[in-house]
């Protein structure tokens, strides 16, 4: 090749050179600024995303305890608790003592096997939960909590044992309407 035409080429080459290194060299550095942004940007969107939740939270938990302050200043609510309060410890009943073993088995199998799904790690000594209960306790909870046909997490559906007591006559009445208020609002 002539000096004539390499002379024109080596100075395009040496211009042309450091323009590529220049436009890749940019290429870099602008990939590099836009993932840095875009990393920012998604950073504080999920920042503002945990704050906007938190405060969420917040704001349903303060509306829990307003909804229950409420329910518990509610006539009807405060006479119900005590109707109940009254005639579960004026009960005259007669606890069959197969009761007893059935709900500690309950407890010890069915609620146990449930409470340690949902607290992982935790445990519980059903024993003495149910130890612990008198008569009327251990009647009752027969009756609305092992006899229920609901399964367990349903059952709040029953609304009276069918044991003829003046305890369940009185929470036929209350329970429908405190149910609903407390699937209306979410519980």
Do not use: W
């Not at 349903?154 to 929470?171: F, G, P, T, V």
């Amino acid at each position: 090749m002539k000096l004539k035409i390499k002379i024109p080429l080596v100075n395009l080459s040496m211009s042309i050179i450091p323009m590529l290194g220049m436009a890749c060299a940019l290429y870099f550095m602008s990939i590099r600024s836009a993932n840095e942004i875009t990393q920012s940007k998604t950073e504080s969107q999920l920042v503002s995303f945990r704050e906007l939740q938190g405060a969420q939270i917040s704001h349903y938990f303060e509306t829990i305890g307003k909804q229950a302050e409420t329910l518990a200043d509610n006539l009807m609510v405060i006479d119900a608790a005590e109707q109940l309060s009254n005639a579960f410890h004026a009960s005259d009943i007669t606890l069959d003592p197969a009761h007893k073993n059935t709900l500690g088995t309950y407890y010890s199998q069915d609620f146990l096997t449930r409470y340690q799904e949902k607290n992982v790690g935790k445990t519980l000594d059903t024993n003495t939960l149910t130890q612990a209960l008198n008569d009327q306790a251990t009647y009752f909870q027969y009756h609305y909590i092992k006899a229920n046909a609901n399964v367990l997490g349903e059952k709040h559906k029953l609304d009276a044992a069918n044991d003829n007591s003046r305890y369940s006559a009185i929470h036929s009445t209350v329970h429908p309407s405190l149910r609903h208020y407390l699937e209306a609002i979410g519980l």
